[in-house]
């Protein structure tokens, strides 16, 4: 084989190859722009309690360390859930959570959020944990009221009813309808 008919071969072998992460990168941001929608649409169907609503006018979505969804959380910050836009914060710590409304817990810091959770963490705060990266799903973790779970191909949701509404949220039929309900006492 000769320089002149390899040259094509490599071409396509080295556009391939540079097409690759690009093609993943795009699957990762559908993946992400799906998990905010269901953040957003989720967060419609809950009412959390008077005293936790002390902006009348924003609800602050929290991501737990770093923001797991990139570029994708944009696409929802600043949407209106009952009358109030929604606004971002990355916290470090629970401690750092008394503003926050909901928490997006990563896959990846799911241990670390659960020991902060373990000492009875009970405030109106609605916990989403991503878990859509094939962590064991049906069962409850500590401090997680809704868990976005690997449907097949597609994502789904859990609830730890029992726990919701141990904290004063409230999650409407419709919402419960969609998800699969998970039992915890803690």
Same mark, same amino acid.
């Given at each position: 084989?000769?320089?002149?008919?390899?040259?094509?071969a490599?071409?396509?072998?080295?556009?391939?190859?540079?097409?690759?992460?690009?093609?993943?990168?795009?699957?990762?941001?559908?993946?992400?722009?799906?998990?905010?929608?269901?953040?957003?649409?989720?967060?419609?169907?809950?009412?959390?309690?008077?005293?936790?609503?002390?902006?009348?006018?924003?609800?602050?979505?929290?991501?737990?360390?770093?923001?797991?969804?990139?570029?994708? !959380?944009? #696409?929802?910050?600043?949407?209106?859930?009952?009358?109030? *836009?929604? !606004?971002?914060?990355?916290?470090? *710590?629970?401690?750092?959570?008394?503003?926050? *409304?909901?928490?997006?817990?990563p896959?990846?810091?799911?241990?670390?959020?659960?020991?902060?959770?373990?000492?009875?963490?009970?405030?109106?705060?609605?916990?989403?944990?991503?878990m859509?990266?094939?962590?064991?799903?049906?069962?409850?973790?500590?401090?997680?009221?809704?868990?976005?779970?690997?449907?097949?191909?597609?994502?789904?949701?859990?609830?730890?009813?029992?726990?919701? #509404?141990?904290?004063?949220?409230?999650?409407?039929?419709e919402?419960?309808?969609?998800? *699969?309900?998970?039992?915890?006492?803690?």
């Open positions: 084989m000769n320089l002149r008919s390899l040259v094509p490599l071409v396509l072998l080295f556009a391939s190859c540079l097409g690759a992460p690009a093609l993943a990168d795009q699957v990762s941001d559908r993946a992400n722009r799906v998990k905010a929608a269901f953040i957003l649409n989720i967060a419609k169907f809950v009412s959390w309690p008077a005293t936790a609503l002390q902006q009348p006018d924003n609800l602050t979505l929290c991501t737990y360390r770093f923001n797991s969804l990139g570029t994708a !959380l944009n #696409t929802i910050t600043a949407e209106q859930i009952s009358g109030r *836009h929604l !606004l971002s914060l990355n916290i470090k *710590h629970l401690d750092q959570s008394g503003n926050c *409304h909901i928490l997006l817990v896959t990846s810091e799911l241990e670390a959020f659960k020991r902060q959770a373990e000492p009875g963490f009970a405030q109106p705060l609605l916990t989403i944990a991503d859509t990266d094939g962590q064991p799903s049906g069962q409850p973790q500590t401090g997680v009221l809704v868990a976005l779970v690997r449907k097949g191909k597609g994502i789904g949701f859990e609830i730890n009813l029992k726990q919701a #509404t141990k904290v004063g949220l409230r999650m409407r039929s919402l419960l309808k969609l998800a *699969h309900i998970v039992e915890a006492d803690s």
